[in-house]
């Protein structure tokens, strides 16, 4: 596997911002999917925004103008800047990485998840 480590959560007033960042280490060979996945409590985990293998963006309707996902391939690390926050985007993020990464003499595929941040945004 490859090991993603979340970071930039926290708490934010309506109307602020904030950075997600996920750090993805190990030697990737190729990443066919990038996902930013929100779980509010009581509720269904759901994707937020992704990268797609030919590099599209896709955003859930409601952040669709206020996030933006993006990755730094240089640093192996994937971000989501979320803009003009609103109390009902209050959750704990994930990110998803999935591709193939070099271990040892082999190339495996891998489905990598974060460990999670919490976004807390007050009205």
């Known amino acids: 596997q490859v090991p993603l480590v979340e970071s930039g959560g926290g708490l934010v007033q309506a109307g602020g911002s904030l950075r997600l960042s996920c750090a993805a280490s190990?030697?990737?060979?190729?990443?066919?999917?990038i996902g930013w996945y929100r779980q509010a409590p009581g509720k269904q985990r759901e994707l937020v925004a992704a990268i797609t293998s030919g590099g599209s963006t896709n955003y859930i309707d409601s952040v669709k103008g206020r996030f933006i996902i993006s990755r730094d391939n240089a640093k192996n690390t994937v971000y989501l800047q979320m803009n003009s926050l609103k109390p009902e985007d209050t959750a704990v993020y994930y990110c998803?990485?999935?591709?193939?990464?070099?271990?040892?003499?082999?190339?495996?595929?891998?489905?990598?998840w974060g460990q999670g941040t919490q976004v807390t945004v007050s009205s």
């Open positions: 998803n990485v999935r591709g193939i990464a070099t271990m040892g003499p082999w190339n495996k595929k891998f489905d990598s």
């Open positions: 190990g030697s990737i060979f190729s990443i066919n999917f």
